[in-house]
């Protein structure tokens, strides 16, 4: 078939656009991922994940709980696994409520080495400055929710930041007397979670709380120790009849202890208490409706929990827009 002559360009400009697009499709080739940043609105609140990077958990840190149960649950899960172990995110929360912003968490900076850490690059690829953050909420002591505390050079990464601690996580993790007696894998995070908060104690802004203490506005913690002596999830009034619980470390096997959250991790403190602050704070999220940010959950982290008879599932939230402003 012959084309017209008018005809004919037409179909050379849209030859040529075919060859141009498979041109750009066949050669652009991806060096990175985009950065590691979610937002979900969630009533008033604008809740932004921010990923830090993975970290490998090997399925024999699971315990009280066979492994041919565990086999049983990875299978079909399809959860990437290395010689290391199991891939696990790493996750922080920036909540913002009109012009405060509170940030859950903060990475692991410095701590963990390449791969991790970017708690810091995340937020800013988000479009905040660091130095905006008004309060720092940690759900606990340990290297990777605490260390990006600090910058690439040391110095305090939110400078204008008020830190929140549980009173018996400071206890514990910042007294060398409890590093002494302390099993060996965990003694090196106390020197890590000393100078993490060191500069922001000696300007006056660490806070020790306890139950009786009152946190930012619309913040409530929840005591959910266990996993370590002080750990406490975060409960976020969004208004609406909405809750966020950004639960810190209740889960680190997702594929496994939703559905057996009788499995503790080995790194667990008192391993009782965090299976009982696991089904205390699941259940409370499942009957409630909460939305829930979950520190290890694979990335962003944010969804719902579902009961399923005694046990539990997780129901991750749907990439949405955000509302029209
Ligand atoms: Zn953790």
Known sequence: MRFPVVHR?????????CASTTFAS??????????GVYHQQIGQLQVTALFDGTVALGRQ??????AGAVTRL??????????????????????????????????????????????????????YAPSEVDDVLLTHAHPDHLCGLLDAQGKP??????????????DYWLDPASEATAPQPLRFAFALARN???????????????SSDTLPAGVTALDSHGHTP?????????????QLLVWGDIVHFHAVQFARPDASYEADSNRNAAIASRRTMMSEAAAK???????????PGLGHVRSEGDAFAWVPGEFAPLPVK
């Open 9 to 17: 360009l037409a179909a050379a400009l849209l030859l040529s656009a």
């Open 26 to 35: 066949t050669t652009h080739v991806p060096q990175q991922q985009v950065p």
């Open 61 to 66: 840190e699971l315990i009280g709980i066979d």
């Open 74 to 127: 990875l299978d079909h899960r399809y959860v990437p696994e290395d010689g290391k172990g199991l891939q696990t995110a790493v996750n922080a929360y920036l909540v913002q409520r009109g012009t405060h912003l509170a940030l859950v968490d903060t990475g692991t900076a410095q701590c963990f080495g390449p791969g991790l850490g970017q708690v810091l690059s995340n937020l800013q690829a988000a479009g």
């Open 157 to 170: 990464a939110f400078p204008k930041a008020t830190v929140w601690l549980s009173k018996a996580d400071a």
């Open 196 to 210: 993490a908060v060191a500069p922001y104690a000696a300007a006056g802004s660490l806070r020790r709380f306890t």
């Open 230 to 242: 002080g750990h406490v999830s975060y409960r976020l009034d969004a208004g609406a009849s909405q």
């Open 289 to 299: 409706g909460w939305w829930v940010a979950g520190a290890h959950l694979p990335f």
